[in-house]
C-alpha cells in the first residue's frame, strides 16, 4: 500500500469516525432537549435539519468520488499505455537479440563447414601422400 493510499484510506476512516460522532451528538441533543427542554432543541422529531444536512454533504461526497474515479481511472490508463510501450520496447528488444543469434548461428555453421571442409582437403592430402 502506498502512502498517498494509506493517507486516503485513513481521511476516509476519520471522516466516517467524524459524521458518526456528528450525528450521534446531534440525535442525543435534541432527543434529550425535547424530553427535558423542547426550547432548546434545534431540530424538529424526525431530524430534518440533519437529513437535509446529510444529504447535501451525500451529494458534494458523490461528485468528489466521480471525480476521484475519473482521475484514479485516466491514471491507470496511462499506467496501462506506459506499460504496453515498455512491453513493445522489450519485444522488439528480444526480437533484435534473436535476430542476432541467428545471424552469429549462420555464422557460426559457414565456419564450421569451412573449417570441415578445410580438415577434410588436408587430411585428404596427408593421406594421398
Request: hydrophobic share 45%; with cysteine.
Amino acid at each position: 500500500m502506498t502512502k498517498f493510499s494509506y493517507i486516503k484510506l485513513r481521511t476516509g476512516r476519520a471522516f466516517l469516525y467524524f459524521i458518526s460522532v456528528f450525528c450521534l451528538i446531534w440525535m442525543s441533543w435534541n432527543w434529550v432537549m425535547w424530553h427535558e427542554a423542547p426550547q432548546f432543541a434545534f431540530d424538529e422529531r424526525g431530524y430534518p435539519l440533519l437529513t437535509l444536512i446529510l444529504s447535501v454533504e451525500a451529494s458534494l461526497a458523490a461528485s468528489l468520488i466521480l471525480a476521484s474515479q475519473q482521475e484514479s481511472d485516466t491514471r491507470q490508463k496511462a499506467w496501462q499505455e506506459a506499460n504496453a510501450a515498455k512491453i513493445e520496447e522489450l519485444l522488439v528488444s528480444q526480437r533484435d537479440q534473436l535476430g542476432r543469434m541467428e545471424r552469429a548461428d549462420r555464422h557460426r555453421a559457414h565456419m564450421l563447414e569451412a573449417l570441415a571442409t578445410l580438415v577434410k582437403e588436408r587430411l585428404g592430402d596427408g593421406h594421398g601422400q
